[in-house]
């Protein structure tokens, strides 16, 4: 896990460390139902993914893992919380723009997000798993 070569110099640890950032910034916006967390959504994604990268460099797996078994629930039990009628109308969510819809932010973030990194990993899996 801790090997690079997953996505460029990235690891499967670095994807999940990743993945999981996004995740909790999506659990920070649904508990304060606003839209807030990071400076870096202020960045352009490609600068947002690598703030986000170096900051995760030094996690160790243990803390990665630790990360995710706690940020994953917690996103199920904040959506499990939300009214459903709060996924599609944005004055659920403080500054969040009128012409946004929660659902596409929340998904962009989480189960749409997945498949950008899964195929990389299973790519990975499968040449390991080759004779």
Same mark, same amino acid.
């Given at each position: 896990?801790?090997?690079?070569?997953?996505?460029?110099?990235?690891?499967?640890?670095?994807?999940?460390?990743?993945?999981?950032?996004?995740?909790?910034?999506?659990?920070?916006?649904?508990?304060?139902?606003?839209?807030?967390? #990071?400076?870096?959504?202020?960045?352009?994604?490609?600068?947002?993914?690598?703030?986000?990268?170096?900051?995760?460099?030094?996690?160790?797996?243990?803390?990665?893992?630790?990360?995710?078994?706690?940020?994953?629930?917690?996103?199920?039990?904040?959506?499990?919380?939300?009214?459903?009628?709060?996924?599609?109308?944005? #004055?659920?969510?403080?500054?969040?723009?009128?012409?946004?819809?929660?659902?596409?932010?929340? #998904?962009?973030?989480?189960?749409?997000?997945?498949?950008?990194?899964?195929? #990389?990993?299973?790519?990975?899996?499968?040449?390991?798993?080759?004779?």
């Amino acid at each position: 896990m801790p090997e690079p070569g997953v996505e460029g110099d990235w690891s499967t640890k670095d994807v999940l460390a990743h993945v999981t950032w996004y995740e909790r910034e999506m659990v920070g916006m649904l508990k304060s139902r606003a839209l807030v967390g #990071s400076d870096w959504w202020a960045l352009p994604l490609e600068d947002r993914n690598a703030a986000v990268h170096d900051e995760i460099m030094g996690m160790s797996l243990e803390e990665v893992r630790a990360e995710v078994a706690w940020v994953f629930p917690a996103l199920v039990e904040q959506l499990e919380l939300l009214p459903e009628e709060a996924l599609g109308d944005p #004055s659920h969510f403080e500054h969040m723009p009128a012409e946004w819809a929660p659902s596409d932010v929340i #998904s962009s973030n989480t189960y749409r997000h997945y498949p950008e990194h899964t195929e #990389s990993i299973r790519r990975l899996l499968e040449q390991d798993s080759s004779p």
